[in-house]
């Protein structure tokens, strides 16, 4: 089946990342350089699953299932930018 848990994880990882990054590029919300590198390699790199991404996608292929592989890669990598970008902007607007 398709791994829809992941994407949505993933998703979500990336929409949280985007808006930490935007909280860099607005120093009066107050989060340091440090604080933001934990939260967004520490806990968001152990939320997110790249590994778990590359395996089910690994799996789908050697199952000859070439379009839901092929769905997989494309749908993480588009949302994934879109809600990284999302996550920038929405920040961005909220801190001024």
Same mark, same amino acid.
């Given at each position: 089946?398709?791994? +829809? @848990? #992941?994407?949505?994880?993933?998703?979500?990882?990336?929409?949280?990342? @985007?808006?930490?990054?935007?909280?860099?590029?607005?120093?009066?919300?107050?989060?340091? =350089?440090?604080?933001?590198? *934990?939260?967004?390699?520490?806990?968001?790199?152990?939320? #997110?699953? *790249?590994?778990? *991404?590359?395996?089910? #996608?690994?799996?789908?292929?050697?199952?000859?299932? +070439?379009?839901?592989?092929? #769905?997989? /890669?494309?749908?993480?990598?588009?949302? @994934?930018?879109?809600?990284? =970008?999302?996550?920038?902007?929405?920040?961005?607007? /909220?801190?001024?």
């Amino acid at each position: 089946s398709f791994p +829809w @848990g #992941t994407l949505a994880v993933n998703v979500l990882g990336s929409l949280v990342v @985007g808006a930490l990054a935007a909280v860099g590029d607005a120093p009066k919300l107050g989060l340091s =350089a440090e604080a933001r590198q *934990f939260l967004m390699i520490g806990v968001l790199g152990g939320f #997110t699953t *790249f590994s778990a *991404f590359s395996l089910q #996608t690994l799996r789908l292929i050697q199952d000859g299932d +070439w379009a839901r592989a092929s #769905t997989n /890669v494309l749908l993480s990598v588009v949302l @994934g930018l879109a809600a990284a =970008a999302a996550g920038y902007r929405l920040m961005r607007a /909220v801190a001024g």
